[in-house]
Nanobody, 121 residues
């Protein structure tokens, strides 16, 4: 059974760091586009970062560029989102997702259930 399970969320002070993990089971991440998305209270889900399966290139939302880093460990079949210099506006439920195509989009094939990140003093 194909499954994505996020972990690593929690409460952090502004300026702090967190690393989110997303463990895949039932398939291998190697040939999928992988992405992180987030949904803040009262807002629509938005894309945060993506690794394209076509060429391995990475994309970031303007709001997180220079602060967040997406990565993948094929040996562990796990993807990560390193988040540094966190701001209160980063507070959201974060979701990992994968797609059998080359790119990330709002209609990814498979989604995790999400992990809550709260940035507050």
């Amino acid at each position: 059974q194909l499954q994505l399970v996020e972990s690593g969320g929690g409460l952090v002070q502004p300026g702090g760091s967190l690393r989110l993990s997303c463990a895949a089971s039932g398939f291998t991440l190697d040939y999928y586009a992988i992405g992180w998305f987030r949904q803040a209270p009262g807002k629509e889900r938005e894309g945060v970062s993506c690794i394209r399966s076509s060429d391995g290139s990475t994309l970031y939302a303007d709001s997180v560029k220079g602060r967040f880093t997406i990565s993948r460990d094929n040996a562990k079949n796990t993807m990560y989102l390193q988040m540094n210099s966190l701001k209160p506006e980063d507070t959201a439920v974060y979701y990992c997702a994968v797609d059998r195509g080359y790119y990330c989009s709002r209609s990814m094939d498979y989604w995790g259930k999400g992990t809550l990140v709260t940035v507050s003093s």
